[in-house]
């Protein structure tokens, strides 16, 4: 009877400690899977664990336009799963009442790696992130107390939460949770360059004469293996005189900052254009020609790297483009756990039926 009491001490703890990390019973806690030659992601996963429910209700979340004021907006508007989560028919993202945003929707890849998010680092936990857009009126326009009453309201998310958190009772801080865990397992990590990388392919003459010229021109900002540094640059754009965009600026309020964007990743670069945070360039040639063909804008704070100017031919531009295309990640675009739920789908053709 003594050996029973304490199993049943043990798993009383066990609970509250699940309960304590937002892990509700009879979930399935998964690993973020990653190339062993990374380094450790910089969220905190201690704190709130992957588990494959809490994953699965955040992508539900993250294709519902019951987020948006109006119920036309989702996430997945702006942040398409096959063009490496971003938008790619407009220079800048829209939102309710055909409005138009103030900057291009940055892609969603490997978010657990990064320290800062939006263009100009206002958010510094992914956690937070989705209430920049929810309560943007340029974007969804929402506030996050009647997100909550309109799920609560709804016939499916209460029971869902429940399953997940262990109450019908939805708070903001387990809608957040969720939908930055669905967010962190957009990994991406196999695409040509890795390949090589783990000696399962090799580049073309062509395609390794762009990561010679990547690496002595481009590798300063955008490192390997994650291709950025998630850190902030001036990369000598004129200011958009209708935009009058001065990034980080913005924020801080400090001359140190001005134009400074945060470093994108060019993982799956082939597929998310128009590039820069105003979406001005529409292909690679013409990005790449910024940086080579006396483009660049002096400033003060422009990064020490431009200030002399990048010479390349056009041969060597075209050869820095095809590396850049070893980058795409075919498998990622393609996975269906990053995909609109199909299940969502068939749930609203059996209410239809209804």
């Not at 940055?106 to 680092?121: E, Q, R, S, T």
């Not at 005189?241 to 980080?248: A, I, N």
Request: glycine share 4%; proline share 4%; hydrophobic share 35%.
């Amino acid at each position: 009877m003594v050996q029973h009491n304490k199993i049943y001490i043990v798993y009383f703890i066990f609970s509250i400690l699940l309960l304590a990390f937002g892990i509700h019973k009879n979930q399935e806690v998964v690993t973020l899977t990653y190339p062993s030659h990374w380094v450790s992601p910089k969220y905190d996963f201690e704190a709130n664990p992957l588990t494959k429910e809490k994953i699965e209700l955040g992508r539900r979340l993250f294709y519902d336009p019951i987020l948006s004021r109006d119920n036309t907006i989702s996430c997945s508007s702006c942040h398409l799963s096959y063009t490496a989560f971003t938008h790619t028919d407009h220079a800048l993202s829209h939102g309710i009442n055909d409005s138009i945003g103030f900057r291009n929707s940055p892609v969603l890849i490997n978010l657990a790696w990064n320290k800062h998010f939006m263009w100009d680092g206002a958010i510094h936990n992914i956690e937070l992130q989705a209430l920049a857009p929810i309560h943007d009126d340029a974007e969804m326009g929402e506030d996050l107390n009647n997100i909550i009453r309109k799920l609560e309201a709804s016939s499916t998310y209460p029971d869902l939460f429940a399953k997940v958190f262990g109450e019908r009772k939805i708070t903001g801080e387990h809608l957040l949770k969720a939908m930055a865990q669905f967010q962190l397992s957009l990994v991406s990590s196999n695409s040509k360059y890795d390949k090589v990388m783990a000696k399962q392919d090799s580049f073309t003459v062509q395609e390794a004469n762009g990561y010679q010229i990547f690496q002595q021109h481009c590798n300063s900002c955008h490192q390997e293996p994650l291709f950025t540094t998630g850190d902030f640059a001036n990369n000598g754009l004129t200011v958009d005189s209708l935009l009058m965009d001065f990034g980080r600026y913005r924020i801080t309020k400090q001359g140190k900052d001005s134009l400074m964007f945060k470093i994108p990743t060019l993982r799956n670069i082939k597929y998310s254009s128009p590039y820069m945070h105003d979406g001005r360039f529409k292909s690679l040639y013409q990005t790449v020609s910024h940086y080579t063909d006396g483009g660049i804008q002096e400033s003060p704070t422009l990064a020490a790297e431009l200030r002399k100017g990048i010479q390349l031919s056009n041969h060597e531009k075209v050869d820095l483009v095809a590396f850049l295309l070893t980058l795409s990640d075919k498998d990622f675009l393609s996975n269906p756990d990053f995909a609109y739920p199909r299940y969502v789908l068939q749930e609203k053709k059996d209410k239809i039926k209804q």
